[in-house]
């Protein structure tokens, strides 16, 4: 495009936001402290079936350990991406939608074992999604 022409087209770069930027660096550490969290519970749920109340009637009931491995699997994917995220890099910032987005379903559908601890999570999901689909958010 002719550099003249998008002069006279009253057409701005847009400046890249501090919130956008601060966003970005807040959801990389809260990556890595949801993937934190997340293998914690795994390993709770893996090493000792008793950790978490069993819940009878529950449409997605899943043995203590099957939810223990998914936590663990998730989480150990959102350390990697959430290091990922610190170098701005778009892929990091693809996968870590998608690894958040699942989050926020895993995190659903665990509510009857640990409500509290769940709703916090999905809020913080909600938030690193927010966070990452920003305008701009990950271009340098």
């Known amino acids: ?3 003249q022409m998008t002069q006279n087209s009253g057409i701005e770069p847009q400046a890249e936001s ?5 966003g970005v660096a ?9 993937g934190l969290f997340q ?4 390993l709770a749920a893996i090493l000792n079936d008793e950790f978490f109340v069993a819940v009878r009637g529950y449409a997605f009931d899943l043995d203590i350990t099957a939810w223990g491995w998914l936590h663990l699997i998730l989480g150990l994917g959102m350390i990697v991406v959430g290091i990922g995220l610190f170098s701005r890099a ?4 693809v996968i870590a939608v998608f690894l958040v987005v ?3 379903i895993d995190n659903f559908f665990f509510i009857p074992y640990a409500p509290f601890w769940s709703l916090l999570l999905i809020a913080l999901d909600v938030w690193v999604i927010w966070a990452l689909t920003r305008p701009r958010a990950l271009r340098s």
Do not use: E, K
């Not at 293998?39 to 795994?42: C, D, E, F, K, L």
């Not at 778009?90 to 910032?93: E, M, P």
């Open 1 to 3: 495009m002719d550099p």
């Open 18 to 22: 501090g919130w956008a930027m601060t």
């Open 26 to 34: 807040f959801a990389a550490a809260m990556m890595l402290m949801i």
């Open 39 to 42: 293998v914690i519970a795994g």
């Open 90 to 93: 778009v892929w990091a910032g």
């Open 102 to 104: 699942l989050s926020a």
